[in-house]
């Protein structure tokens, strides 16, 4: 199904009652992705009727993490609070046409209603009580709740793009509140008409909404009888997240806000966005997919009817991939910003940029990215780790000595004559490599880990380089004739 003008329209509607989690920026990501591919339109609204717990703070994170992962909406957005005019509106239509009806069944009759049925081993819903009874002198004044009156013969079947077609018996969807007796539309309305006001075409979302679907849908079906241009949407209900275990995803497996990805776990937006896209969805063997790409494949006959499993470290892998991809420029911007505030001196960005080629080989993540490159702004004297402090015995210290000498009387200051010049100092004092390369890594990181030790060489100068290893290098001796 297309709109009036041929467009496919789709809507991410999250509820900001809480931070933008994987399963909704899936949601969006697919949502968006369909769009884009077949050249239409896709449109977002906050679902803010739960007035209690929806935040400011809610919103604001939602809307940068899907600006984050580079997901752009056409349309202004749309907040279901302020069409709360409209949605009562389409109840009193139904209304006045006989597709809804007031109830006048108090809090304690229902909760009567419920025990019989449990009593009784009954479904639990509406039993219809005032569905064809007209209110009397007793109910004049009195609250009432507006009920849809949903069929009760026959079944509904959906032909989900996604499950393939679902079938549900009328009877087993009671007839649910649209307005509650304070006159406030339900979420199961304004879904509805927010989703026919907005033009959306394709409703993509999770399969835990697909019993709504079967809920709503008499919503599209009554109000076409009576206005007719209600089609009703093509539905496509995507599984849900599992864990690694194959449980529900829960925080124990990861499960936190968009923004904890980018700002503690240091994940790129490009490699979340793939690892959404291929968790439930595929292309073949293909594992790295650009966003582009991911326009061009994407459709919903690619997306899996089983759970999909997330996995912190194939994320984590993935990242590490899109690390080594990523421009060195914007790779210092982003440590830059991670340093600033936990080093002492002024973040160089050119030289943070020189250093990205060998800094970004092997991390996985921007925090480690950071982590490796806190070596080239630290003052002295540098603190040394316990493992660091344990290479520099005397004897470590003494070729320290020999190592300053051999690089002062360095010209070329570049990592391959300074691997030279290092080997050939080894062979003249008979050692390993190693022997001097790991109390060398030491004094001018402060660590037992870094980057390749010329490179560090190279990256500190010469300068800076030859004052951290005579920082640490056992006293020069004079000696007498």
Known sequence: MASETGTIITRFAPSPTGYLHL?????????????????????????DT??????????????????????????????QTQQAERHAQVANILLENGHAYRCYATPEDLEAMRAEQRANKQPMRYDGRWRDREPGPDQEGKPFTVRLKVPKDGETIIEDAVQGRVTVKNEEIDDYILLRADGTPTYMLAVVVDDHDMGVTHVIRGDDHLNNAFRQLPIYRAMHQIEGNWPDPVYAHVPLIHGSDGAKLSKRHG???????????????????????????????????????????????????????????KLQNLNGHYIREADDARLAGLVAEELAGSVDAQIDRDLLTRAM????????????????????????????????????????????????????????????ALEATTKALAERLELGLGKI?????????????????????????????????????????????
């Open 23 to 47: 399963g909704g920026a899936r949601t969006a990501l697919f949502n968006w992705l369909y769009a884009r591919h077949h050249g239409g339109k896709v449109l977002l609204r906050i679902e």
């Open 50 to 79: 739960d007035k209690k717990r929806s935040t400011q703070d809610a919103i604001d994170k939602i809307i940068e993490g899907l600006d984050w992962l580079g997901l752009d909406f056409d349309g202004e957005t749309v907040f």
């Open 255 to 313: 499960a936190v806000g968009v923004e904890a990805y980018r700002e503690e776990l240091g994940i790129l937006p490009e490699a979340l966005f793939n690892y959404l896209l291929r968790l439930g969805w595929g292309h073949g063997d293909r594992e790295e997919i650009t966003q582009a790409e991911a326009i061009e494949l994407f459709d919903l006959d690619g997306v899996g009817r089983s759970p999909a499993r997330f996995d912190i470290k």
């Open 357 to 416: 080629p060998v800094l970004k080989t092997r991390a996985k993540d921007t925090n480690e990215l950071a982590d490796n490159a806190r070596f080239l702004f630290m003052q002295r004297p540098l603190d040394l780790t316990e493992k660091a402090a344990a290479l520099l015995d005397d004897e470590a210290r003494a070729r320290l000595a020999e190592v300053h000498k051999a690089l002062a009387a360095e010209n070329d200051w570049t990592t391959e």
């Open 437 to 481: 390369a790991q109390p060398l890594r030491a004094a001018l990181t402060g660590s037992t880990q870094s980057p390749g030790i010329f490179d560090v060489l190279a990256l500190l100068g010469k300068e800076e380089s030859l004052a951290r290893i005579d920082a640490q290098a056992a006293p020069a001796t004079d000696t007498q004739d």
